[in-house]
């Protein structure tokens, strides 16, 4: 996985050092919240961590769960993962969202993703690790909105992250 790809790393240009700071996590669900050094945030990500027991994760997965940033920390283990950008789609964001981005717009963009990792020697094929939406503030919705393909239709995985934070979708087919 390339550094440059994870969305992390496109904040880190724009606003300087990121971190991650957790809302809400059980063993397979995350509400994040990525932050710049003034706390500003910068993006709400939901994760639904789906196959946590290869023996590829056994390091990470743990500090994952300890409030280790996702991707960063596939990165610092040497875990081999591809982040598969399955699209975009604007939503209309609820009242709590919109007091993390200290913003009155309803609208912003989410971008919905998958972690791919390379399975183990015993199992080489790669397998789904997690599935994430990240919300962009309405302020950077310009930076993202034209550089991934919209998505048309939402299955019951995605619906399933995007309810979890009662945003509403805008023009999207079940």
Not at 10 to 15: A, G, P
Not at 157 to 170: K, P, T
């Amino acid at each position: 996985m390339d550094i440059e790809r994870l969305h992390s790393s496109t904040l880190e240009k724009l606003y300087g050092e990121i971190e991650g700071d957790i809302i809400k996590q059980d063993e397979h669900f995350r509400i994040v919240r990525l932050k710049d050094n003034q706390s500003k945030t910068r993006t709400l990500g939901v994760v639904r961590f789906i196959d946590v027991d290869s023996v590829v994760l056994k390091i990470a997965h743990p500090k994952i769960l300890a409030g280790g940033m996702l991707g960063k920390t596939l990165l610092d283990a040497l875990v081999p993962f591809d982040k598969e950008l399955i699209g975009s789609f604007m939503v209309t964001l609820p009242l709590w969202a919109k007091k993390e981005f200290k913003t009155q717009n309803d609208l912003s963009l989410v971008i919905y993703s998958k972690i791919l990792v390379q399975g183990s020697a015993q199992l080489p094929d790669k397998f789904v690790y997690a599935e994430l939406i990240e919300i962009i503030p309405p302020g950077l919705t310009h930076e993202f909105k034209n550089k991934i393909k919209p998505i048309n239709n939402i299955d019951d995985d995605l619906h399933r992250l995007v309810d979890a934070v009662d945003l509403s979708i805008i023009n999207l087919k079940k």
